[in-house]
């Protein structure tokens, strides 16, 4: 039994699981970025980067994205994407979190992030975008109860490929009649693989079945929901698909109470778990495609079409 539980967890762990990664330390490319006016250091947000200098450089006269990433990930991950926003013109940082923690110690430590940001910021609008587990985090972030923002400020929340609902291949770590079975051994295999976030991801913890509202604070909520089937995240050279990029069904993207928000806005793409937000092997285009449609990230001008496309290539 412990074997057949350890092989379902370790398909929760699939989540997580990137291809082969070379940290990121390299400073962004300005782009069309404002100039930086303000240098301040919040615990857990930096550039999106892996460069052990977490000063963050921007102007505080401008909007800006804060980018989640999920299990096993990290700031430099979303280098390109925020390499992208760049291009645009609209500037970035990223929110870096160990994945073993508690998600609700994760989403408070978000939470005071974010307040501190707004304290130093003189622009209201702030977006905050999550994929995966990251998604989890910031969308508890933004609950009343949570966030304590200045009254002028404007977030915009998106999650992308996020597990609303919970886990299901988690979901043995809360059953009673295994934990029974097992003399009480499977919560520490649950621990041992998840860490302390294990008994926050199944279906049927507090963590996913008592939500709350959102903030006042919470303008809007894009939720980006991926239809995972039939995709490959690596291929041979045949072009057979050796690595699925399956990770979470419809289901579990879905949430009764969360998709009855008034803020929120569902929209459905086929996707990759990791094809969504884009890797060294395929960029996010459909990802830019919804957030320029939604006009959360700049339209891109026709007379700079192809260097966007000339980007793309440089960097997926």
């Known amino acids: 039994m412990k074997a057949i539980l350890i092989l379902a967890l370790l398909t929760v762990l699939s989540a997580c699981s990137t291809p082969s990664y070379i940290a990121e330390e390299q400073p962004l490319q300005k782009g069309k970025l404002p100039t930086a006016n303000t240098q301040v250091t919040i615990p857990g947000l930096g550039s999106c980067t892996d460069s052990q200098d977490r000063?963050?450089?921007?102007?505080?006269?401008?909007?800006?994205t804060i980018l989640v990433h999920g299990c096993n990930g990290s700031a430099g991950r979303f280098r390109s994407l925020a390499q992208l926003y760049a291009f645009h013109g609209q500037q970035t940082a990223c929110y870096s979190y160990d994945d073993r923690d508690s998600l609700i110690t994760t989403a408070n430590k978000l939470v005071n992030a974010i307040e501190q940001l707004?304290?130093?910021?003189?622009?209201?609008?702030?977006?905050?975008?999550?994929?995966?587990?990251?998604?989890?985090?910031?969308?508890?972030?933004?609950?009343?109860?949570?966030?304590?923002?200045?009254?002028?400020?404007?977030?915009q929340l998106v999650t992308v490929s996020a597990p609303l609902s919970g886990i299901k291949a988690a979901n043995s770590c809360s059953s009673n009649t295994l934990n029974w079975l097992s003399?009480?051994?499977?919560?520490?295999?649950?621990w041992g693989i998840t860490g302390d976030n294990w008994n926050e991801i199944t279906a049927t913890s507090s963590f996913i079945r008592q939500t709350k509202p959102l903030s006042s604070s919470v303008q809007r909520y894009l939720k980006v929901v991926t239809n995972e089937e039939n995709t490959c995240r690596r291929e041979n050279a045949l072009g057979q698909c050796i690595e699925?990029?399956?990770?979470?069904?419809?289901?579990?993207?879905?949430?009764?109470?969360i998709d009855s928000y008034s803020q929120v806005t569902n929209i459905q793409v086929d996707a990759g778990h990791v094809e969504i937000v884009g890797d060294k092997n395929v960029s996010p285009w459909k990802l830019l495609a919804i957030l320029q449609e939604q006009e959360i990230l700049a339209a891109t001008p026709p007379e700079k079409q192809q260097a966007l496309q000339d980007l793309l290539a440089k960097l997926y």
Do not use: W
């Not at 000063?55 to 909007?63: A, D, G, I, R, Y």
């Open 244 to 257: 699925s990029d399956y990770v979470f069904d419809l289901v579990e993207q879905s949430h009764p109470i």
């Open 183 to 190: 003399l009480g051994v499977v919560p520490g295999i649950c």
């Open 55 to 64: 000063t963050l450089k921007f102007n505080s006269n401008e909007p800006i």
């Open 118 to 155: 707004s304290a130093v910021t003189n622009n209201p609008n702030i977006s905050i975008i999550g994929h995966s587990m990251g998604g989890l985090i910031a969308r508890k972030a933004m609950e009343t109860e949570q966030l304590e923002t200045n009254n002028k400020t404007n977030i």
